[in-house]
């Protein structure tokens, strides 16, 4: 079944540091999105990509999104505290019907 | 900012009972969704819905589940007779197209 798988699982850096996250997915799909959940709270959506796009920018957030490997990265450049939290992967499968399927997550710890 | 609410932020009902979840999704939007993340754990698809019907459930979605919009602004989802296993938080989410925009959630407790 389609599934992402985020790693690592958890991550401690320093502020001002980049943060990169990865994950991985099995089926083929329309485009992946990433969003950020801070503990206890809701899902907050951070960015979008598609299949057809290999790379995209979003102020200091960075997506790149391989299909033949399969696999996305999250680059945080210039670390903040508020920074942490939980960075979850999210894939659609090719139906059209918008159902999307969560990874793992990794835990973002940024250290002021 | 539009965003999507859910009433209630917290819910606690004992075994068996019937719960109603709350959500008011962004207002132009046209699918609407309901996931759950039991804690510690991912976030799980259970239900989408488009023009008055279901697009798509997951396995979790069984018969104790249902979901309406009673309105043009709500739409709920409801568990029948919860179970101990239900206990979870709920996030519905909202979309015009690809981008689905959560709420805050429902953190249930089944007692």
């Known amino acids: 079944s389609q599934q992402g798988e985020e790693d690592p699982q958890a991550l401690s850096i320093q502020e001002g540091e980049n943060a990169t996250m990865n994950c991985s997915y099995k089926t083929s799909i329309n485009n992946l999105q990433w969003y950020r959940q801070n503990s206890g709270r809701g899902l907050v959506h951070l960015i979008l990509?598609?299949?057809?796009?290999r790379e995209k920018h979003s102020g200091r957030l960075r997506v790149t999104l391989d299909t033949s490997k399969k696999s996305s990265s999250l680059l945080i450049t210039a670390s903040r505290a508020a920074d942490t939290a939980s960075y979850f992967c999210a894939t659609d499968a090719t139906s059209g019907t918008y159902k999307y399927i969560f990874g793992t997550g990794t835990r973002l710890k940024v250290l002021a | 900012e539009p965003e999507v609410t859910q009433t209630p932020s917290h819910q606690v009902t004992q075994m068996g009972q019937e719960v109603i979840l709350r959500c008011v999704p962004i207002?132009?939007?046209?699918?609407f969704y309901w996931y759950r993340q039991i804690l510690g754990q991912k976030v799980e698809f259970l239900v989408s819905f488009y023009n008055n019907e279901i697009s798509e459930k997951s396995e979790i979605f069984d018969d104790q589940f249902s979901v309406e919009r009673p309105d043009g602004s709500n739409f709920t989802l409801k568990i029948r007779s919860t179970k101990l296993e239900d206990s979870a938080m709920y996030f519905c989410?909202?979309?015009?197209?690809?981008?689905?925009?959560f709420g805050p959630g429902t953190r249930l407790l089944v007692l």
């Open positions: 990509i598609r299949s057809n796009e």
């Open positions: 989410a909202s979309s015009a197209k690809e981008t689905q925009y």
């Open positions: 207002s132009n939007h046209l699918y």
